[in-house]
């Protein structure tokens, strides 16, 4: 059986199939995790050292972070260059692919700003749009 919604507003009547499987399910299975969406954004200036990172997703560990990017790389948003050394620094950039999400978090970033009040994270918030 196939899940489909329209969204309401959508001026396409678009339908969206939230299916195990679907484009929607598999992009928020990668890019839903905790960070993903920051360490992405972050990159979208250019490279990125691994110790930038750290600087730019506040309150991430090591460990998550690493695994995100090896995550990102494995699914070909991301490649890995090993800097020459010393001292042996490693950076990440996007891919063609990866860069492609740019008007997805553009789009993303725009409706935050006009529908989620800055303390949505608080109980009770509601977006206002």
Do not use: N
């Not at 490279?47 to 690493?66: C, D, T, W, Y």
């Not at 620094?89 to 989620?116: D, F, I, K, N, Q």
């Amino acid at each position: 059986m196939t899940t489909e919604q329209v969204l309401p507003g959508s001026d396409q009547g678009e339908a969206f199939c939230t299916e195990a499987g679907s484009a929607v399910e598999r992009v928020f299975r990668l890019l839903g995790k905790r960070w993903t969406g920051l360490i992405v954004a972050s990159m979208m200036g250019g490279p990125v050292h691994f110790a930038e990172f750290r600087r730019a997703v506040p309150g991430i560990s090591e460990r998550v972070l690493s695994d995100r990017l090896t995550e990102l790389a494995a699914a070909g948003l991301v490649l890995r260059q090993v800097d020459p050394g010393p001292p042996l620094r490693v950076s990440y950039r996007l891919t063609e692919v990866g860069a492609g999400l740019r008007p997805a978090l553009a789009e993303l970033g725009r409706w935050a700003e006009e529908c989620l009040p800055s303390d949505a994270g608080c109980p009770g918030q509601r977006p206002t749009c």
